[in-house]
């Protein structure tokens, strides 16, 4: 089974990776895998950086870990199955490349339902997909 389960976490909406979360705690009580929750913020253009207040990037990563540390400690696994890491940039990019680095055997996510608008430029989720270096399972969110 999986030992390594990277589940990725919108910062502005964590609730919307429950049953993700839900799904990985079963897996790590189950089967003893550890759980890599990763929060992708954006990058902010040095011509925008410039006209917020200082030290805003470094804000926002601070409050996304801490963030994902409050959703992995109130998940339902044993002491030490949780760890997290905060990336800058593009969700896809990001996740498939924490996946690679931190040597994740599944990407496992929640994927908004489809649209028009994803059918012909693609999702997130449809990037990873196509491109992870591990198995992925994405789970239908409402």
Sequence with gaps: MFKKILVPIDPA?????DDALA????????????????????????????????????????ETAGILQKTGDALDVPEGAVDVMVRVGSVYHEVIEEAEKAECDLVLMTSHKPGLSTYFIGSNAAHIVRHAPCSVLVLRGS
């Design 13 to 17: 909406e964590p609730q919307f990776a």
């Design 23 to 62: 799904k990985a705690a079963q897996m790590a009580r189950d089967y003893g895998a550890k759980i890599h929750l990763l929060g992708v913020c954006p990058e902010v253009q040095s011509f925008v950086a410039s006209q917020l207040p200082e030290g805003f990037q470094e804000n926002e990563l601070r």
